[in-house]
């Protein structure tokens, strides 16, 4: 089946350094949909980025990710942390919307002053 | 803001109780899924439905939890018989055009 990873769990960093989250899938559908979803505490967990295209750069928010369908990643960046990133993300990935997402573990981001 | 709408935002239940969470998904989003997220924060499917039939569901749900999702009502999720090990964020979705829409989750605490 299909499986997405993310090798870190927590990511403690000072505000104003660049992030990046890591984010690799496999699956054996060449049509999946990658998301990284945002989640913070009691609140719903929101859609920042998605994509299908191979190769091409999705940006919201400050966040940036491109799909590279050779190397079945969808790494997550931003140039400059805030403290109001500090949150849980979470990579996904979907194949068909009846099946739903296969999500990754998560990585927990915090931003210190 | 997400427009999945889900209650209660807190249960409480004593073991062997029946725990029974709500939810109503976006309007013109035609598949409706529930997950559980666990204290490690882990997402698990449960089970999910479209037109008020169950698309997939996990063996755990079938056997002991009881799901609907009826026309004009809300969608629901209960637990038949709570376990402590069933404390953990309930999460309703609606999907549409491939992608989901989270409401805030009901958090159950069996003690």
């Known amino acids: 089946g299909d499986s997405v990873t993310q090798t870190e769990g927590l990511v403690t960093l000072t505000e104003g350094l660049p992030v990046m989250l890591n984010c690799t899938y496999q699956?054996?559908?060449?049509?999946?949909?990658l998301f990284w979803y945002v989640h913070y505490l009691n609140e719903s967990p929101w859609l920042l980025l998605r994509?299908?295209?191979?190769?091409k750069r999705t940006e919201h928010q400050g966040f940036h990710a491109t799909l590279h369908k050779s190397s079945s990643s969808f790494h997550l960046q931003k140039s400059s942390a805030q403290l109001s990133d500090s949150a849980l993300y979470y990579c996904?990935?979907?194949?068909?919307?009846?099946?739903?997402?296969?999500f990754g573990l998560g990585t927990r981001v915090s931003v210190f002053p | 803001n997400s427009k999945v709408i889900q209650t209660p935002r807190y249960l409480v239940k004593g073991q062997g109780q029946k725990a029974k969470m709500r939810c109503i998904p976006e309007?013109?989003?035609?598949?409706v899924f529930w997950y559980q997220q666990n204290k490690n924060n882990e997402f698990k499917f449960l089970i999910n439905?479209?037109?008020?039939?169950?698309?997939?569901q996990i063996d755990m749900t079938e056997k002991r939890f009881s799901a609907e999702c009826p026309s004009n009502s809300p969608c629901s999720l209960e637990i038949q018989s709570s376990e402590a090990g069933d404390s953990a964020l309930y999460l309703c979705?609606?999907?549409?055009?491939?992608?989901?829409?989270f409401g805030a989750g009901t958090r159950l605490s069996v003690l």
């Open positions: 699956t054996i559908y060449s049509n999946a949909f």
């Open positions: 994509s299908s295209t191979d190769n």
């Open positions: 979705a609606s999907s549409y055009q491939n992608t989901l829409y």
């Open positions: 439905f479209q037109n008020q039939e169950v698309l997939q």
């Open positions: 309007k013109g989003h035609p598949v």
């Open positions: 996904a990935l979907i194949n068909n919307y009846a099946q739903g997402l296969t």
